[in-house]
């Protein structure tokens, strides 16, 4: 099992920033990647941003040149950077991490999501 807990979010105006922090613990293993996702209402959830262990970053289109996700593996914790905020980042942001365990099988957990608005 794992556990992610996320700090972070709220309400900003357009134009700010804001950043989420996941902190993961529990059976975590070498090979994981970490991310964020999101979910606007009446909206599919999307992803944001991932991270592998070793650094290597991918973002939606819609959040490239404004978010930067990094990690600290020393601390299990992933980060997300959101600058330039726009109205349409609106959405609960959920924290993810998934790899492959020791019986070669696939994991994947969830936090509880935090919320973050943008005001216009």
């Known amino acids: 099992q794992v556990q992610l807990v996320e700090s972070g979010g709220g309400l900003v105006q357009a134009g700010g920033s804001l950043r989420l922090s996941c902190a993961a613990s529990g059976s975590i293993f070498s090979n994981d990647a970490m991310g964020w996702y999101r979910q606007a209402p009446g909206k599919q959830r999307e992803l944001v941003a991932a991270i592998t262990r070793g650094g290597s970053a991918n973002y939606a289109d819609s959040v490239k040149g404004r978010f930067t996700i990094a990690r600290d593996n020393a601390k299990n914790t992933v980060y997300l950077q959101m600058n330039s905020l726009k109205p349409e980042d609106t959405a609960v942001y959920y924290c993810?991490?998934?790899?492959?365990?020791?019986?070669?099988?696939?994991?994947?957990?969830w936090g509880q999501g935090t919320q973050v608005t943008v005001s216009s």
């Open positions: 993810n991490i998934d790899g492959i365990d020791y019986r070669n099988s696939y994991y994947a957990y």
